[in-house]
């Protein structure tokens, strides 16, 4: 059970708040952003989504840019709780549409409706969106998803000045269009976050990717749908089906280590030719998710190298090239790498013409930081920076600096190579993401 849930901005402002048992003081809101805002414990740079403070368990998510908060006094599984706080994300995103301060402001009484019902005394009663809807009967006031400024990763459906149709799920899913017409859409994404290791000298030592097929359905009169997936998928390391390890994995197929289905998924006939039938709930739902760590070609290849140019001095060189095709374009890039810790000085040196790159010394931690606000596949980027120590190295520089981690966002790509189809009309898209 829970003592508290709230929503802060960006600013520590409390958007929403809900005291459900009286244990946990009124004030717990500043204290939690104060101590998350200058959160300089075990040399970490951010607050863990998990910590305790004079007795008072903290259990925090970031979504579209907002905490969603809930403490407790009592031994909880972090993870339950966690899960709870994406789930109540993701409610009041099927019935706001937009997830933002602002629409959360204009739609305070129907949020307060949502989370009376998601939550009693602290404990959790349903995630629902078909549900709650026989219990909610508030109207959401739709904000206007095209205004709104992009915030971070929430940009990605974003290209130069116009916005593509992903943002179309931004609708709420109780809201009639206007003229009081029915929307009768669906829309799927496949959306994967891929970990590859490189060595030194290049190789893949490591490489997985946590993948889930995401939909969202506007339709009315619950109607079963058909997703087919690719027909030379296989599940398990051996190629076996859901049920059995019986078939084989061939050359060049699509071979998942392990996956699991929504509650409305219907496998009767997925061993055969690969097709799930299901009758999609209201809002958003993870039809499938699944993880992969056989070898596939990763989108970025990064070189780095590191040459002394003197005893108080180095130059540190940093190529990332696009893999992915030229019609594709990777947002949000970020390249990290820690260095040596008598760093004291770094300038940098970007290729000409370079637009939209960003460079940063974390002299705290001693890392170095490029963004990149876009990368088109194919192309290449090379970043400079020359390092000034406190004093005289007397160690392998090599050892001391690295290793160099580079987080993105790929709009319409999937490195699994999964693919979706279906003979229902609807929009699909995907993205992956790495960390």
């Not at 998924?265 to 992969?292: A, C, I, K």
């Amino acid at each position: 059970m829970i003592s508290q849930f709230f929503v802060l901005s960006q600013r520590g402002d409390n958007i929403v708040f809900r005291d459900y048992r009286s244990d946990v003081p009124k004030g717990s809101a500043e204290i939690f952003f104060r101590k998350v805002k200058f959160w300089k414990e075990d040399e970490e740079e951010e607050a863990p989504p998990v910590f305790n403070l004079d007795g008072v368990n903290y259990f925090h998510v970031k979504v579209a840019g907002l905490l969603f908060v809930a403490t407790t006094r009592v031994n909880m599984s972090p993870s339950l709780v966690l899960e709870l706080l994406h789930r109540i994300a993701r409610v009041i995103k099927d019935y706001l549409g937009v997830l933002n301060e602002d629409s959360f402001r204009k739609n305070f009484v129907l949020v307060y409706e949502l989370l009376d019902e998601v939550i009693d005394f602290g404990y959790a009663q349903t995630t629902s969106t078909e549900l709650l809807k026989s219990y909610v009967f508030n109207e959401p006031i739709v904000v206007d998803a095209a205004r709104l400024p992009p915030l971070g990763p929430a940009a990605m459906f974003m290209q130069g000045t116009k916005r593509m149709p992903g943002t179309a799920v931004t609708k709420s899913v109780v809201a009639n269009e206007p003229g009081g017409r029915k929307r009768e859409e669906i829309f799927v994404d496949i959306i994967e976050k891929i970990s590859v290791t490189f060595s030194s000298s290049g190789y893949i030592l490591t490489s997985e990717i946590d993948g889930t097929i995401q939909m969202k359905s506007y339709l009315t009169g619950n109607p079963e749908i058909r997703l087919a997936l690719n027909e030379d998928l296989n599940i398990g390391r051996g190629g076996r089906s859901v049920y059995d390890y019986g078939s084989s994995a061939g050359a060049g197929s699509v071979i998942l280590d392990d996956c699991n289905f929504h509650e409305s998924v219907h496998l009767d006939s997925f061993d055969v030719d690969r097709t799930l039938s299901l009758v999609p709930p209201d809002g958003e739902f993870p039809v499938m998710n699944y993880r992969m760590t056989q070898e596939f070609k990763p989108p970025f290849r990064i070189n780095a190298l590191i040459e002394e140019a003197g005893a108080f001095k180095a130059e540190v060189i940093l190529k990332v090239r696009a893999e992915f095709p030229s019609t594709i374009t990777a947002n949000t890039i970020v390249v990290q790498m820690p260095l040596p810790k008598h760093t004291t000085r770094v300038s940098f040196e970007l290729e000409s013409g370079a637009v939209g790159h960003t460079t940063d010394f974390k002299e705290a931690n001693k890392k170095l930081e490029w963004g990149l606000k876009k990368i088109v596949g194919g192309s290449e980027h090379t970043l400079r920076a020359k390092l000034t120590f406190s004093q005289e190295s007397h160690g392998n520089i090599m050892k001391e600096a690295g290793p160099v981690s580079m987080t993105f966002t790929i709009p319409m790509y999937n490195a699994s190579k999964l693919q979706v189809m279906s003979d229902f009309s609807f929009f699909y898209y995907s993205k992956t993401s790495s960390n």
